[in-house]
């Protein structure tokens, strides 16, 4: 029999697994050791982008504005760039300065750097160079003022602020450009560190419905499925810290009984997992249009630029990009770091919903401003900091994702763990450098996954 809340299939056609080939990148697998039994041959290589759901491309053509081959094309060429962005920020070291993608369809990749002799081989990976003033770890350090200002001084007249890698500066919105002057000399940064964008906007919470699935805290407050996770055996779900606090109890959509709140972050961060009894099962879908799934098959970090989806009850499935990766927002109920902006809309009741890049988990719906009739800024906190902070594991349609540990101690690639970008591992006896931020997955290990690791 099958089990009350393991809903039939509603995805067979929209599974999406495959994704680029790295064309025109060297490949780094042919002198490794072969890969580990798992996916079919010819998609070690991929990340979940050359076969999306169709109902991903629609919303893609709807709130983008693209052709359906148009949208396609989109999404194979931001994945393929996250991985040279990936190979370029390892050889630039400390003077890169960031990455990003534009352009509808051409997915054209841009590398900063601060030295003009970077330029070659910045175009040499079929990159955009630009040359700039600082580094990004400089840009990271410069908001890492501002947030240590914050915990000292009111910022309801400054509530967002941001690294602006495009522009290679800190940008600041504020309500007045006295209040922005002031909040910036309180950080002890120069003026033409910061740039000040005035506006009236308030970011808020998007905590009364539901994002993907429906559930209800303590039978009152009603928040949203973010995605499905393990600890150990122990099934649940991710979503925003603001809905609950840890010891809360939760029913599911249907009011049956559900789960608990096992952590909960929030002001600081925004994120929460539940663990859920055993009438609860996780799957990697995500909820699309017309009662359809999208399958989730990893957790990489998309590029600035790149296309995000999310799922709301309220305002539904909705499309846009990534304006901006570690952007702080205070909010009314308290101040959060590290969120990403994006050009989603939402409404309130979209709130603890799941973002997606293609096939790759991105985040869960934290506040915004604006609607969806005339648009907005929605913020989400990323995923892979939950997974890692509250020893997570992300359920994906990849083939194996049981734990893997491989001799080597602390260094060893191990599946179930987040890696940053940079960070450097060891598989059979072979060094790998980490070229996008992901949790492993134990079906993509790195000598057949160049998308995501370089042999060194």
Partial sequence: ??????????????????????????????????????????????????????????????????????????LVNEAEAGTRAGRLRIALGERFAGAWVSGATSGELTVASTDATDVAAIEAEGAKAKVVRRTLAELGAAKAKLDAAATRVETSDTPVWYVDVTKNR???????????????????????DVGVRTTTVRPRLLQDVTGGDAFYIDDTARCSVGFSVTRGEQPGFVTAGHCGRAGATTTGYDRTPQGTFQASAFPGKDMAWVATNDQWTPTPGVKAQDGQEVQVTGSVQALVG????????????????????????????GRVEGLTRTTVCAEPGDSGGPFVAGAQAQGVTSGGSGDCTDGGTTFYQPVNPVLSDFGLTLTTSAARTTPDQQEGGAQA????????????????????????????????????????????
Avoid at 9 to 26: D, E, F, I, K, W
Avoid at 37 to 61: I, Y
Avoid at 172 to 191: D, P
């Fill in 306 to 333: 790149a296309s995000v989806c999310r799922s709301g009850s309220t305002t539904g499935w909705r499309c846009g990009t990534v304006q901006q990766h570690d952007t702080s927002v205070s909010y009314a109920e």
């Fill in 170 to 192: 800190i940008m600041l919105e504020a309500a007045g450009q006295a209040a922005g002057a002031a909040f910036i000399e309180a950080a002890g940064l120069q003026g033409a």
């Fill in 1 to 74: 029999m099958v089990p009350s809340h393991v809903r039939a299939p509603r995805h067979s056609a929209l599974t999406a697994l495959g994704a680029l080939v790295l064309a025109g990148l060297p490949s780094v697998a042919a002198a490794e050791p072969p890969p580990a039994a798992g996916p079919a041959p010819g998609t070690a290589q991929t990340l979940g982008a050359d076969r999306p759901s169709p109902q991903l491309l629609t919303a893609l053509q709807r709130d983008l504005g693209l052709e359906p081959h148009q949208a396609s094309e989109r």
């Fill in 413 to 456: 690639w191990t599946a179930g763990r987040v890696y940053e970008a940079g960070a450097t591992v060891t598989r059979d006896g072979v060094t790998y450098r980490c070229l996008q931020t992901h949790q492993a997955q134990g079906a993509w290990a790195p000598a057949g996954t160049p998308a995501l690791w370089q042999r060194v």
